[in-house]
């Protein structure tokens, strides 16, 4: 079984910043993409920003120099370091990876729990 764990999620005021972390534990041979999505009410969920496990990454145009994707391979984890949150960030984030359990089989899709970003005054 694989699990992933979100954590950072929270009230801030416009213009600030927050660092989400996306933990994956298990039985895990190997992570491929690493992604996060976000959902706001009454709207279908949305790419946010993915990175590959070649470090390329690919933002959603909306979060594109506020938003920076970054993995660590070792601990099996990726961020999401938001900075100038502005009020229609506001949604609930959450993080995607693609792992293989086993050398031979073949990448599944994960998702985390989701956490609330609330960017208000």
């Known amino acids: 079984q694989v699990q992933l764990v979100e954590s950072g999620g929270g009230l801030v005021q416009p213009g600030g910043s927050l660092r989400l972390s996306c933990a994956a534990s298990?039985?895990?041979?190997?992570?491929?993409?690493m992604g996060w999505y976000r959902q706001a009410p009454g709207k279908q969920r949305e790419l946010v920003a993915t990175i590959t496990s070649g470090q390329t990454t690919n933002y959603n145009d909306s979060v594109k120099g506020r938003f920076t994707i970054s993995r660590d391979n070792a601990k099996r984890t990726v961020y999401l370091q938001m900075n100038s949150l502005k009020s229609e960030d506001t949604a609930v984030y959450y993080c995607?990876?693609?792992?293989?359990?086993?050398?031979?089989?073949?990448?599944?899709?994960?998702w985390g729990q989701g956490t609330q970003v609330t960017v208000s005054s």
């Open positions: 298990g039985n895990i041979f190997s992570i491929n993409v």
């Open positions: 995607n990876q693609e792992i293989k359990s086993r050398s031979w089989q073949g990448w599944s899709t994960y």
